[in-house]
């Protein structure tokens, strides 16, 4: 399998407020996979996919997608951030939302074309929307708004997408329907990257597993890395070395890497 | 009702609209206070530019509004990303030093600076029909505030229409607008340079300090009264060149500043919607409905 | 100067600026700070309705006045941050600026109504505080002390609730109450002091100076205190050149003072301040480049088994990559502490420099052989960062990793790890 890989972390520590949230992480993600990342609150699963966008600078390493630094394909990734992540009392409707998602710098200046507009009723249409096109999304329930989110990714286009907890508080029958468009789109030859935050479903939803906890735990195939041992290293409390030397990196604002990044290969 | 007072309310009528276009943006990303910091922080620039120039040249005067406005813009991110400092006293202690600057400039220099303060503050749009545009074969064009706020909000419905997909973007989703490789940071600056050109532009008509209300009052009112973006923002224009009219009536009847009448009855434009609010609500029908599968 | 009125003044004038300080470091904890700016705003109204009502103008009439309106504007704000979509920051400039309009308004229309004993109106724009005489400053000046006593009397509970509102409600303090009474101090405090600075600035005495302190100092009492002390200092300076120039309100001046305070404190400050980071950084950096050489030297007399020879500096720039002027510092400063020989060209571990050497080695490679073992980590992603951190790992972790690695020998480069030393 020669195949550049969705996602490759090579050597990435990435500090929040000068302490390390995610340390010397590595590891590559084919393409066409349905992957979930799972780990404990605040064990680095959001700063990893942040620092997939470009979102946060990481103090240390680099990201590749597609063989490629960001900047290079940001036409191929689309981020579903949290829902707590935008007020909901915009006034903007589902409509002018999910079209957001076909905004490039290029066509800023321009009004959305037809094309657009189709594009995003379609989508609308595939997370069940339609009948809300021109609601104000603060008149939505929780897992409606969730969809909202998705229709705008759908409306991206992209090879790869990384959403962050989707299913938080969104009811069942929500999180079965997005399920089945997440599958749908692996089966286009899309890569989907979850954040996911429960166990039980995890052998059910995905082929791919990333446990994390404040460092990689491990990376593969579900079926491989998805065992007692593993999951009681990612739940079972974090490494307290780690934990002692990251406090120090902070107290004493020590850099984690001697000379600054080098620019990558 | 005389030209003059025509001329008077379409003044006031111009501010209201551009700020009522800019104050909506404002508003929506939570900038409100960052308005209020420009609209006092240009008052340094002002008194310079008076110095520097000798006149009331309103060229210099914008260029020297602008300049502080963008620098207050800068300051205040500086102080909170890199002095670490809590986004409250950053915008307080920039305003408050740029504010107490203009005055001590204005006061000291009050022989060559031809700003009367409290001129400055409340602004005297009465004076508006005498200020006029006087070609150089003798025809009058009619007042230069006129022409030059008409010219504004012709530059802000510029912006608004040609970019508005921008700021809807960085307005409702910076972070999105950041993976997207669309640049927040640039619309934040272009937005505050419009906020201090539109300061200094109005401070001669409704003063600094007041430029405040028709900033904040319409646009408040507007985003309680609807949920989508195009009629908060044609509400709130609306709102707007009302108060106009209304305080120009109030101030005439009780002798007073024009400015501070128009404020009063953005105050009772945002009392009633309010009102109209707090009764939809609770009259309304019961929360979103879970939709079937 | 000396004349005793103008002392007076002055010594109310620094009382008030005491005081608001002292308020306002608990309104910016609060993350509240512009409320002080609300609220100065919304102060004008009330005292030209007080004016009008009372047809005179005893301050103490006025006050009341301004602290109504004063206090309706902080309501104003809450309730519609709490009770509509509207944002904090969109519910202050609304009632600012509203609460202000009308007071123009009224303004306006006393003075042009005739009648010169609004005159005095004015002050309460700018601030005039030579304009006061001495009745009106012992008023002045008895009342700020009055806030400030309050505020020593609730002080400890209020910093409970500030820090931890949830945990002081589940200890049965009575936070609403004592949230009342801040607002109610703020309230208070700036529509006296808005007589000597004006009211668009009156804000700055709430902010100013807290904001400064907390650059020097992050434990709240000496916050208060130099916040204090920051305002005291600024406000006699801003009063005294309020009367060496005449045409001056005083406002301004105090404003300039606490404003460049304020920027004395960002840059220069010793707990946040930005030398203080930079100071730290160069620490950092001269204590990595020590070590680094120490590790150097050492690693070269691992290879000939000579740990105390000389070596020639450009072996040692062969091995480690390091600019000459840091280079010569990190070699004068081992010198110092007799880590080091030189002679002209070359330098050399002492015994103790090579006991210090094969420490910072040990530390490396131990974190190296954490990584791989505990990370699972490929060996060759671990040296950049024991290069880091093996500056930072303290005995006690030193142990600690010991122990977790079973008393390691090699490290996945199968180097060796060297025995601990005890320093000589």
Redesign the interface.
């Known amino acids: 399998m020669n195949s550049i890989p969705a996602i490759e972390l090579h050597s990435l520590t990435v500090s929040y407020d000068n302490k390390p949230a995610l340390w010397n992480t590595d590891y590559t993600l084919p393409e066409g996979v349905l992957a979930g990342i799972i780990g404990p609150n605040g064990s680095g699963k959001s700063t990893m996919l942040k620092a997939m966008m470009g979102l946060v600078q990481p103090a240390s390493g680099y990201v590749k997608l597609f063989g490629q630094p960001l900047d290079a394909v940001r036409q191929r990734v689309a981020y579903v951030p949290q829902r707590s992540s935008v007020d909901w009392d915009f006034p903007v409707t589902v409509l002018d939302v999910v079209l957001m998602g076909r905004y490039r710098p290029g066509n800023l200046f321009r009004r959305s074309s037809a094309h657009d507009r189709e594009l995003a009723m379609e989508c609308i249409r595939k997370v069940q929307l339609e009948p809300f096109v021109g609601r104000q999304i603060a008149r939505l329930s929780g897992g409606q708004q969730q969809r909202v989110f998705i229709a705008r990714a759908l409306a991206q286009q992209a090879d790869l997408y990384l959403l962050d907890e989707p299913f938080a508080g969104v009811d069942a029958a929500t999180e079965a329907a997005i399920m089945d468009l997440l599958r749908e789109m692996r089966s286009q030859g899309r890569t989907v990257v979850v954040v996911h935050h429960d166990l039980q479903s995890v052998a059910e939803y995905f082929e791919w597993l990333v446990m994390v906890n404040t460092r990689l735990v491990a990376a593969g195939p579900v079926a491989d890395v998805f065992t007692a041992d593993k999951l009681q290293q990612t739940y079972g409390g974090s490494l307290s070395i780690l934990s002692q030397v990251g406090e120090l990196v902070r107290q004493q604002a020590h850099p984690v890497r001697e000379t600054p990044r080098p620019p990558m290969p | 009702m005389t030209t003059d007072d025509l001329l008077i309310i379409a003044t006031g009528a111009l501010v209201a609209v551009s700020c009522a276009l800019l104050g909506s943006f404002l508003l929506l990303r939570g900038m409100t206070m960052i308005g209020d910091a420009i609209s006092h922080a240009v008052l340094p620039g002002i008194a310079i530019a008076y110095l520097v120039s000798g006149s009331r040249a309103s060229g210099i005067m914008l260029a020297g509004a602008a300049l502080f406005g963008l620098l207050t813009t800068a300051g205040i991110e500086w102080l909170r990303e890199r002095a670490r400092l809590q986004a409250d006293a950053s915008i307080g202690i920039v305003f408050t030093g740029l504010f107490a600057l203009g005055i001590v400039l204005i006061s000291a220099y009050a022989g060559q600076i031809d700003l009367d303060l409290d001129c400055v503050l409340f602004g005297e749009i009465a004076y508006v029909p005498l200020d006029l545009w006087i070609l150089p074969d003798g025809r009058v064009m009619g007042p230069v505030p006129v022409w030059l706020l008409g010219g504004l909000l012709l530059a802000i419905a510029a912006l608004i229409v040609i970019a508005y997909k921008p700021l809807l973007l960085t307005s409702f989703d910076p972070m999105h607008a950041a993976a997207a490789g669309i640049s927040a940071v640039v619309w934040h600056y272009i937005l505050m340079g419009f906020v201090s050109a539109a300061t200094v532009l109005s401070f001669e008509s409704v003063g600094a300090i007041l430029v405040l209300s028709f900033l904040t009052g319409p646009p408040a009112a507007a985003f309680l009264l609807t949920r989508r973006l195009r009629p908060m923002l044609l509400l709130a224009s609306g709102a707007g060149v009302l108060a106009a009219g209304l305080g120009y009536g109030l101030a005439v009847w009780l002798d007073g500043s024009i400015a501070g009448a128009m404020a009063v009855v953005i105050g009772a434009e945002f009392a009633l919607a309010l009102a109209w609010h707090l009764y939809r609500r609770r009259t309304a029908s019961a929360p979103p409905a879970e939709e079937p599968a | 100067m000396t004349d005793p009125n103008v002392l007076w003044v002055l010594g109310g004038v620094v009382l008030m600026s005491i005081s608001a300080a002292a308020v306002g470091s608990f309104t910016?904890l609060q993350?509240?700070?512009?409320i002080?700016?609300a609220v100065a705003h919304a102060i004008l109204p009330g005292i030209c309705l007080a004016f009008l009502l009372s047809g005179g103008k005893h301050p103490l009439v006025l006050l009341a006045g301004a602290a109504a309106t004063g206090w309706l504007g902080l309501v104003t704000v809450e309730y519609?941050t709490r009770?509509?979509?509207?944002?904090g920051?969109?519910a202050?400039?609304?009632t600012?600026?509203?609460?202000?309009?009308?007071?123009?308004?009224?303004?306006?229309?006393i003075q042009?109504?005739g009648a010169g004993a609004q005159a005095g109106l004015d002050k309460f724009?700018?601030g005039k505080a030579a304009a006061m005489v001495r009745e009106d400053v012992l008023l002045f000046a008895g009342l700020s002390a009055a806030v400030l006593i309050v505020l020593a009397w609730i002080y400890k509970p209020l910093t409970a609730v500030i820090f931890d509102r949830n945990f002081a409600l589940t200890a049965g303090l009575p936070v609403r109450r004592l949230e009342q009474a801040l607002s109610l101090l703020t309230v208070f405090i700036i529509a006296l002091g808005i007589q000597a600075v004006g009211a668009?600035?009156m804000?700055?005495l709430l902010?100013?100076p807290?904001?400064a302190a907390?650059y020097w100092t992050h434990d709240l009492r000496r916050m208060l205190v130099l916040a204090c002390g920051f305002a005291a200092v600024s406000a006699a300076a801003g009063a005294w050149i309020s009367y060496l120039?005449p045409?001056?309100?005083t406002?301004?001046?105090v404003?300039?003072a606490?404003?460049l305070t304020?920027g004395i404190s960002?840059a220069a400050g010793s707990d946040?301040g930005?030398a203080a980071?930079w100071q730290?950084?160069r620490q950092?950096r001269r204590k990595?480049d020590r070590e680094?050489l120490l590790k150097c030297l050492y690693q070269l007399g691992e290879a000939d088994g000579q740990p105390e020879a000389m070596r020639l500096h450009s072996e040692i720039a062969a091995r480690r990559d390091m600019p000459p002027a840091r280079l010569r510092a990190a070699l004068h400063a081992l010198r110092g502490e007799g880590l080091l020989r030189q002679e002209a060209g070359r330098a050399g571990l002492t015994r103790a420099g090579a006991a210090a050497g094969s420490r910072v080695t040990r530390l490396h490679r131990l974190w190296e052989l954490?990584?791989t073992t505990?990370?699972?980590?490929?060996p060759d992603?671990?040296h950049?960062?024991a290069?880091?951190?093996e500056?930072?790992?303290?005995p006690e972790?030193e142990a600690?990793?010991e122990s977790?690695l079973n008393f390691p020998s090699l490290d996945p480069h199968n180097s060796p790890i060297p025995a601990k030393r005890t320093l000589p």
């Open positions: 910016l993350k509240r700070a512009l002080g700016d519609l009770h509509t979509r509207l944002k920051d969109a202050l400039g609304l600012l600026s509203v609460y202000y309009g009308a007071g123009a308004l009224l303004l306006t229309s042009r109504s724009l700018f668009v600035l804000a700055a902010i100013t807290a904001a907390r120039l045409r001056m309100p406002g301004p001046w404003v300039l606490l404003t304020a960002i946040r930005l980071a730290r950084r950092n990595i680094n954490y990584l505990h990370l699972d980590l490929p992603h671990v950049e960062e290069e880091a951190i500056h930072i790992l303290t972790i600690a990793l977790k």
